[in-house]
């Protein structure tokens, strides 16, 4: 079972920030978040992963509140490029522990 | 850097037809996943292996199917006897250990007719 609940559609204007909630209110002191995404037909590609500190790398941010119940995914200045089906996963990073989907947020961007 | 190559990109089989799916992780990965999307549905887990080692096989059917990660060479998702609910994509991922992001390649779709 996900251990993530995410809203399954959003919408974002084209060169608008897109801001993906996802909810992980059982998680645990050793998991991380992950985000995946998932463009039509193609396999999952990385975004991002943190702990408890905000992240940012070239593709986004990542945006961990201070409980850990929650997080938000940053995409700056969306382009028609990132409409895919974006995943929200919690994981512990030690151990032989495989990655669980969910349903993620299906994410399209209007021109 | 290549990424995650996997072969065939497409395959088709008729019922009862074996399927071998290939999968070459990224260089200096030795952990590889094997992942299953069926038609409309989410991504769900079959198979974890390190070099020669099954490491956790929960989300693998108990009949027909096997993998494997030799020391040399690719990793081998093997299908005996196809059936029609088989038709799904497979995806296979890599990593460098058990704290790195999984890298995910691009997919074989299968399609038993």
């Known amino acids: 079972d996900a251990k993530t609940t995410q809203p399954p559609s959003m919408d974002c204007a084209e060169g608008r920030a897109a801001n993906l909630p996802c909810n992980h209110s059982t998680i645990s002191g050793n998991e991380y978040v992950y985000w995946y995404r998932q463009i039509h037909s193609q396999g999952p590609q990385y975004i991002i992963h943190g702990l408890k500190n905000n992240e940012t790398n070239e593709m986004a941010s990542l945006i961990i509140t201070e409980d850990r119940k929650s997080s938000t995914l940053i995409l700056p200045h969306a382009t028609l490029r990132d409409t895919a089906v974006y995943y929200c996963?919690?994981?512990?990073?030690?151990?032989?522990?495989?990655?669980?989907f969910g349903t993620g947020t299906r994410l399209t961007i209007i021109p | 850097n290549a990424g995650v190559m996997q072969n065939p990109r497409h395959l088709v089989r008729r019922r009862g037809q074996e399927a071998r799916l290939r999968c070459s992780p990224m260089?200096?990965?030795?952990?590889v996943y094997w992942y299953r999307q069926l038609p409309e549905e989410g991504l769900k887990f079959m198979v974890y292996l390190q070099k020669e080692n099954i490491i956790d096989e929960s989300g693998m059917p108990k009949e027909r199917f096997s993998a494997e990660f030799p020391k040399e060479g690719p990793s081998i998702l093997r299908i005996q006897q196809v059936v029609r609910g088989d038709s799904a994509a497979y995806f296979c991922a890599s990593s460098q250990g058990s704290e790195s992001p999984l890298h995910f390649g691009n997919g074989t779709r299968l399609t038993v007719t």
């Open positions: 260089k200096g990965h030795s952990h």
């Open positions: 996963i919690v994981r512990t990073n030690f151990g032989n522990e495989k990655l669980t």
